[in-house]
């Protein structure tokens, strides 16, 4: 099969006879392959348009060193299969500024959109001066984008007064209306951190405010309207445009639970097919998002992984928890998903792993060699224990979370505590509730030492546990500091020299339109103490 043909059928027809990390590879890598330059391809620079071809935004990501990446999507018609655009490619025209005017270019070029990527575009920029806001926007015939804002890191060496990160995760667009992003748009940060589930593919009918698409997606044309609809919401779209985001992807993405190569619904049982729905969805979500090509490491150990130095405050790094993960506990074979767990003996298994063994031995090594004040280590949830004690029956676990992965935590906590001059951070989302926890080396041992801090944010919109069940989950557990799910929102964090603040900001109210963010509690790490502290 070709490879045009291949992308058009959304992978959906591919079948294989040896499957795992080649075939996986082998599909990442026909999807990622490098662009062309519009010359060698007979790009149109003149498509027709009836219509704004921006429907979708601008956005901009951080790529590691100085890089930027700049995106857009041409979608006249966003709801129709291509978006409404003709099955050609078209040349557009980028352009990087000092100034929202435009009067002071500082960079300018031609990128093509394709048609087999849904004419999306990602314009990877180096070399760019450090530590610098700018602007952007696209052009194409007569019609010009939206302008986004962006901003480069310092370079690797320089002396940093601080960073804002403001951590996000888990968008249900039937369960809110995105105040939390309004409220983020209008926010100074430096970069948005999403740590997953940016789209979700399911629907729970007790809980909708707005619909999106009936039905799971289960070809790439479903998850591209899936993305579509979510980018459509122009809060999204302003907390996009405003600032540079850095992503880490979890389940919904994909499927509920997915595990590597397994599935959790129970029509896609066998790992071709699951493999088939994952790189389609994987597709959807690259032309969606500003990841630089070169962050999909094609068919190679590793995932949606990266590092991104912020001069000498802080190294962050963000890693793939669900492309190498191993199936869930005591589950039937091949077949993923969460649950509750009392006593499960696989779960002892070394061989079980949330990041697969490169990933693990990467992140060792880069915090083993990292001399920044900081380390963060970004990744899709909770590191924490959140178990329950549950009187005659023990301590009663969710399979799905880092308590499902013991061994493999404990690794993680090891390579943390074998970072030279500690503060470490680990950074979340995907439990829908605000947590700050301390981090002991061994974490059911409460006289082990505390050798890294933990934040996880509340989700934008999807809900969140009950304050009962919040607070049954504190007492069973006394290094949640701080677990709160009857909010949402997002952590607002400072990192400087001497500390790192983080505000959970939050409302109850987030289905209501122009709902306003309160800060829910302030809690601080100084440096060289492990272990946040509540501060207000
Ligand atoms: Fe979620």
């Not at 224990?385 to 935590?409: C, H, T």
Request: with cysteine; proline share 7%; glycine share 10%.
């Amino acid at each position: 099969m070709n490879r045009r043909r291949f992308l058009q059928q959304g992978a959906t027809g591919m079948t294989c006879g040896v499957l795992g990390r080649r075939a996986a590879a082998m599909a990442m890598s026909l999807l990622f392959a490098p662009r062309g330059l519009a010359e060698d391809t007979g790009a149109t620079t003149r498509p027709r348009l009836d219509a704004d071809p921006f429907t979708l935004g601008v956005a901009s990501g951080l790529a590691g060193g100085a890089r930027v990446v700049l995106w857009t999507r041409l979608a006249p018609s966003p709801r129709e299969p291509w978006g409404g655009m003709a099955p050609e490619p078209v040349a557009l025209h980028w352009q990087l500024a000092d100034d929202e005017g435009f009067t002071r270019i500082v960079r300018e070029g031609q990128a093509l959109a394709r048609p087999e990527h849904a004419h999306s575009v990602h314009v990877a920029l180096d070399a760019l001066a450090t530590d610098r806001f700018y602007y952007y926007r696209f052009l194409v015939g007569d019609a010009v984008s939206p302008v986004g804002r962006t901003r480069t890191p310092p370079a690797p060496d320089a002396d940093v007064a601080r960073l804002r990160v403001a951590l996000a995760s888990c968008q249900h667009y039937e369960q809110g209306a995105y105040a939390a992003h309004a409220d983020l748009a209008r926010r100074d940060v430096d970069l948005v951190l999403f740590a997953g589930d940016y789209i979700y593919e399911g629907s729970n009918p007790r809980f909708v405010v707005r619909p999106h698409e009936a039905g799971l997606p289960r070809d790439l044309e479903a998850y591209r309207q899936r993305h579509v609809t979510y980018r459509l919401d122009p809060n999204l779209q302003a907390v996009h445009a405003a600032h540079p985001w850095l992503l880490v992807w979890d389940d919904h993405e994909v499927e509920n639970d997915y595990a590597g190569l397994a599935g959790s619904r129970g029509e896609v049982v066998d790992e071709a097919s699951f493999l088939a729905l994952r790189t389609a969805a994987y597709k959807a979500y690259f032309e969606h998002l500003p990841v630089a090509p070169d962050l999909l490491t094609i068919g190679a150990p590793g995932g949606l992984r990266g590092q991104l130095p912020w001069g000498q405050l802080a190294d962050l790094w963000t890693l793939d928890g669900r492309q190498f993960r191993s199936v869930q506990a005591c589950n039937p074979p091949g077949r993923a998903g969460g649950r509750a767990l009392v006593n499960c003996g696989e779960l002892n298994d070394e061989r079980r792993t949330v990041f697969g063994a490169e990933q693990e031995r990467w992140i060792a090594e880069e915090l083993a060699a990292s001399r920044r004040g900081w380390r963060v280590v970004a990744q899709g949830t909770q590191l924490a224990p959140a178990g329950i004690e549950a009187p005659m029956l023990g301590r009663s676990i969710y399979s799905d979370g880092w308590d499902g992965y013991p061994r493999a935590r404990e690794r993680l906590l090891q390579a943390f505590a074998g970072a030279p001059g500690g503060d470490v951070v680990c950074l979340g989302g995907d439990v829908h509730r605000h947590v700050a926890a301390r981090l002991r080396l061994d974490p059911a041992d409460t006289r082990s030492p505390v050798i890294a801090s933990e934040f996880c944010c509340s989700s934008i919109s999807s809900r969140g546990l009950p304050e009962a069940a919040a607070a049954l989950m504190r007492r069973s557990n006394p290094d949640l500091l701080h677990a709160r799910g009857d909010e949402r929102g997002y952590a607002l964090l400072e990192f400087t020299p001497r500390e790192l603040r983080c505000d959970f900001m939050a409302t109850a109210f987030p289905a209501v339109e122009g709902a306003t963010l309160h800060r829910q509690a302030r809690y601080v790490v100084e440096r060289g103490l492990a272990g946040p502290q509540r501060d207000a």
